[in-house]
């Protein structure tokens, strides 16, 4: 009896592997083509930039945030969190990273010399990945990006996260403050989410931590979520760091953000993200979010 129990356990076992096996070589498959499509998404001119606006507490413009877009004619459109992985582990990421870097500049550019950005603009923000980070000639990457675009750095708030600065802390704050030293700024995006030592953000120049969404989301039911914003925040002020609050979704949730001290907002309730064009005409009329529903629905993303 013992011997059957155990060739059934057996076959269980390997009609669970073939199961497995078959997953995994579906996405295998799927990922395989998504690499390959992936490689010429760059040259045939397939990734595009949305834009989403960051407001004040009086829901005056302070910043945009750039976010990829890829539009593909075989899968159609993918998001970020689909392929910046795959594009991580091709290495795809160093042109990537420098297209959106480009991209992200020349539109800069564009805005403050033709439509004008209101005063209360500070930065435009671009993620960076951690592959492209690491990478011995990042620094000079953007720098090469600032010359050609002509942009001014201090417009530049660079998007970089906890477990990136877990590797080596040295050569990640000497890449830090070169480009802090052109003026460049620095935020911790998803912050709560990820394995920085305190002890190490202390000594990184940074400007401003990003509170993750899902954090904001819980605001109202999960106390802890509310007692993790708010020590964010008193430490930010200690640090003497800007905090923003992410995914701000709700009236309520900027409310009770704003009753904590938080001042800077990010989320679906001020906008989605929006082409370049409906920033355009945006930025022409008023710069004030959130913006009537009416006007907005056909333009964001
Ligand atoms: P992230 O940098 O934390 O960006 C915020 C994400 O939350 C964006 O998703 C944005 O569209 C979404 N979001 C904004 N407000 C709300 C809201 O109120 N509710 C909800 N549910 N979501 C909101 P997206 O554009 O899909 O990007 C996902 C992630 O992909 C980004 O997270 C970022 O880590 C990465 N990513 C996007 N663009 C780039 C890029 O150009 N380069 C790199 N390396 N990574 C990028
Ligand atoms: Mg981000
Ligand atoms: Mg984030
Ligand atoms: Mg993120």
């Not at 001119?45 to 539009?71: C, D, H, M, T």
């Not at 720098?143 to 201090?154: M, N």
């Not at 906890?162 to 802390?169: F, S």
């Not at 009236?251 to 800077?264: A, D, P």
Request: charged share 25%; aromatic share 10%.
């Amino acid at each position: 009896q013992a011997d059957t129990a155990m060739y059934r356990a057996k076959e269980n076992g390997r009609s669970g592997f073939h199961f497995y096996r078959n997953e995994m070589q579906q996405y295998a498959t799927d990922r395989l083509k998504m690499e390959k499509a992936l490689h010429h998404a760059l040259e045939r001119n397939e990734l595009r930039l949305v834009y989403q606006p960051q407001v004040n507490s009086k829901g005056e413009l302070i910043g945009l945030e750039a976010l990829v877009r890829w539009f593909s004619p075989e899968l159609g459109m993918i998001p970020p969190n689909r392929f910046i992985p795959i594009a991580e582990e091709t290495g795809l990421i160093v042109p990537l990273g420098e297209w959106v870097l480009t991209e992200a500049c020349q539109q800069l550019r564009a805005w403050q010399q033709v439509t004008g950005l209101p005063e209360t603009f500070k930065c435009l923000a671009i993620n960076i990945s951690p592959y492209q980070f690491s990478r011995e000639d990042f620094v000079d990457q953007v720098l090469k990006v600032f010359e050609q675009t002509q942009v001014d750095p201090s417009y530049i708030d660079l998007e970089i996260t906890e477990n990136m600065l877990v590797e080596n802390i040295k050569s990640v704050a000497a890449k830090m403050q070169r480009l802090r030293q052109h003026g460049v700024h620095f935020s911790i995006d998803d912050f709560g989410t990820g394995y920085s030592s305190l002890r190490y953000l202390k000594y990184l120049p940074l400007s401003q931590l990003k509170i993750d969404q899902s954090f904001v989301r819980d605001i109202s039911d999960d106390p802890n979520s509310y007692e993790i914003i708010h020590t964010i925040i008193s430490m930010a002020k200690h640090m003497k760091l800007s905090v923003i609050a992410e995914g701000v979704e709700t009236l309520f949730e900027k409310e009770v953000l704003t009753s904590i001290g938080c001042t800077r907002y990010q989320g679906y309730h001020f906008s989605k993200p929006l082409e370049k064009q409906a920033l355009n005409l945006q930025l022409l009329q008023s710069s004030h979010f959130p913006l009537e529903e009416a006007h907005t629905a056909s333009l964001e993303y």
